[in-house]
């Protein structure tokens, strides 16, 4: 600025003073400053995510080769297909039987954890830890090997009791159990951890009042625990319900989609269709499908959430 503080480099004083608190005061607006930070992250999820799904919507109009619009065609047939059919029964059973023995085997091992001493609760911590680590695919080979009729590790156990050799992978209902029981190995140490962190943050002092009152354990665990955890365990189920519907590996490893295609999931059916069929807008069409019955589950789940926390306000 000049000693008269008239102009800088032929720049009235006041007006660059003006743009100068402009922009302070656009630099502390604490919204504005949020959205530029969190742009990176919208444009990865636009681009890997959102473009994408609009991308299998379009898909799912085509017919096969692709070359004109047939509306709801595809779907319309997927409805009247009796595989299709056993497939949304088989990938409810799977996603929702995995996830219900998750969440209580998850509970159990957190509630044990909790009352473990800090320093010996690293180990355990660490070692629980173990299967949520190890890729997925991976673990399943190992997972086949032990349900391998053959070879079965699990089957010579039991030949040691004089129980009969059980065909974990030839049998439709044993082979179901095999895919959920892989499942739930693999992601109770998630249910595990975030339970774990709920309960650490549930106030010691609301179990001394309860105990003074002379609440048992169990009178403790479901009149202060559960009703503490309530969010987290619903967001936590709400969160492996999506990922156990999209769930590939286990079932592509373990069974390939059978016997007789009855333990496809949506996600190894519309594989099949879609690459090993050729046929990309029906296989697209089948990965739509797990929007609706997401939708429904999620539904109900934030609207527990947001009535809860309705109650609390």
Same mark, same amino acid.
Request: net charge positive; proline share 5%; glycine share 8%.
């Given at each position: 600025?000049?000693?008269?503080?008239?102009?800088?480099?032929?720049?009235?004083?006041?007006?660059?003073?003006?743009?100068?608190?402009?922009?302070?005061? $656009?630099?502390?607006?604490?919204?504005?400053?949020?959205?530029?930070?969190?742009?990176?992250?919208?444009? /990865?999820?636009?681009?890997?995510?959102?473009? =994408?799904?609009?991308?299998?919507?379009? %898909?799912?109009?085509?017919?096969?080769?692709?070359?004109?619009?047939?509306?709801?065609?595809? $779907? @319309?047939?997927?409805? @009247?297909?009796?595989?299709?059919?056993?497939?949304?029964?088989?990938?409810?059973? $799977?996603?929702?039987? +995995?996830?219900?023995?998750?969440?209580?085997?998850?509970? &159990?091992?957190?509630?044990?954890?909790?009352?473990?001493?800090?320093?010996?609760?690293?180990? &355990?911590?660490?070692?629980?830890?173990?299967?949520?680590?190890?890729?997925?695919?991976?673990?399943?080979?190992? &997972? &086949?090997?032990?349900?391998?009729?053959?070879?079965?590790?699990?089957?010579?156990?039991?030949?040691?009791?004089?129980?009969?050799?059980?065909?974990?992978?030839?049998?439709?209902?044993?082979?179901?159990?095999?895919?959920?029981?892989?499942?739930?190995?693999?992601?109770? =140490?998630?249910?595990?951890?975030?339970?774990?962190?709920?309960?650490?943050?549930?106030?010691?002092?609301?179990?001394?009042?309860?105990?003074?009152?002379?609440?048992?354990?169990?009178?403790?665990?479901?009149?202060?625990? %559960?009703?503490?955890?309530?969010?987290?365990?619903?967001?936590?189920?709400?969160?492996?319900?999506?990922?156990?519907?999209?769930?590939?590996?286990?079932?592509?490893?373990?069974?390939?989609? #059978?016997?007789?295609? /009855?333990?496809?999931?949506?996600?190894?059916?519309?594989?099949?269709?879609?690459? /090993?069929?050729?046929?990309?807008?029906?296989?697209?069409?089948?990965?739509?499908?797990? $929007?609706?019955?997401?939708?429904?589950? +999620?539904?109900?789940?934030?609207? #527990?959430?947001?009535?809860?926390?309705? @109650?609390?306000?």
């Amino acid at each position: 600025m000049a000693a008269d503080g008239t102009l800088v480099a032929g720049v009235p004083a006041s007006a660059s003073t003006g743009r100068a608190n402009g922009l302070q005061r $656009f630099a502390r607006r604490r919204s504005t400053i949020a959205f530029l930070m969190t742009l990176p992250l919208i444009a /990865l999820i636009g681009g890997l995510v959102v473009y =994408p799904a609009g991308y299998a919507m379009w %898909l799912s109009t085509l017919n096969r080769r692709m070359t004109a619009n047939i509306g709801l065609g595809n $779907f @319309e047939l997927l409805l @009247e297909n009796d595989t299709f059919r056993a497939v949304i029964w088989q990938s409810c059973i $799977f996603a929702v039987g +995995a996830v219900v023995l998750k969440a209580l085997i998850g509970f &159990w091992l957190a509630h044990m954890l909790h009352h473990i001493p800090a320093k010996g609760q690293r180990k &355990w911590r660490g070692m629980l830890l173990v299967p949520w680590v190890i890729p997925p695919a991976l673990s399943t080979l190992g &997972w &086949w090997w032990m349900f391998d009729p053959s070879y079965s590790s699990i089957n010579w156990l039991l030949s040691i009791f004089a129980v009969p050799a059980v065909p974990w992978l030839g049998e439709p209902w044993w082979a179901r159990l095999s895919v959920i029981m892989v499942n739930v190995w693999y992601g109770s =140490p998630f249910f595990m951890i975030m339970y774990l962190a709920a309960l650490k943050s549930v106030p010691d002092q609301l179990y001394e009042a309860a105990a003074i009152d002379g609440a048992t354990g169990w009178q403790g665990l479901r009149y202060v625990t %559960l009703p503490m955890m309530q969010n987290i365990i619903s967001i936590t189920v709400l969160f492996s319900l999506i990922v156990t519907f999209a769930n590939y590996d286990i079932v592509r490893v373990l069974t390939n989609g #059978g016997p007789r295609d /009855l333990t496809q999931v949506f996600a190894s059916y519309a594989f099949q269709v879609g690459i /090993l069929s050729g046929n990309l807008p029906r296989g697209a069409a089948v990965s739509l499908f797990m $929007f609706p019955v997401l939708a429904v589950f +999620a539904f109900f789940i934030l609207r #527990g959430i947001n009535r809860r926390n309705k @109650e609390q306000m």
